[in-house]
């Protein structure tokens, strides 16, 4: 009886504690890099970011009663503002090392207040 509470304790352990598994590494939902780009046939950030990682491109809700449009994410070049969403469409995927968004509370960290759908960040080779 009493070597099989050990046993278990030890298997349980042992599970818990194993390294991943091998394989496909995992990726950041929240970047999408210029290797993953690449193997796609899309020309702009936009058309990218909409099949790849579409939450990106979401509405994040009403945040007043005054505008009829929801907020959605701003988007920065190289760390400076650039525009709204619609900029993504004039920027082509080969120039583009990475895109990152960036949640509300983590763009005001960043860049003050004012991103209460977050930052869509694009950084450029």
Not at 34 to 58: C, K, S, V, W
Not at 70 to 92: K, S, W
Request: net charge positive.
């Amino acid at each position: 009886m009493w070597i099989r509470p050990v046993v278990l304790l030890l298997t349980a352990t042992a599970i818990g504690c194993a390294p991943p598994a091998k394989g496909r590494p995992t990726r950041n939902s929240n970047v999408l890099t210029a290797e993953e780009m690449a193997t796609t046939q899309f020309y702009t950030a936009y058309d990218a970011i909409q099949n790849l990682r579409p939450h990106f491109l979401r509405t994040r809700g009403q945040t007043n009663f005054e505008t009829g449009n929801p907020p959605t994410a701003q988007v920065f070049l190289n760390g400076q503002r650039y525009g709204d969403i619609e900029t993504l469409r004039q920027m082509t995927v080969a120039s583009i090392r990475e895109i990152r968004y960036l949640s509300a509370s983590d763009a005001t960290t960043k860049y003050g207040t004012g991103y209460v759908a977050g930052v869509i960040e694009v950084s450029t080779r």
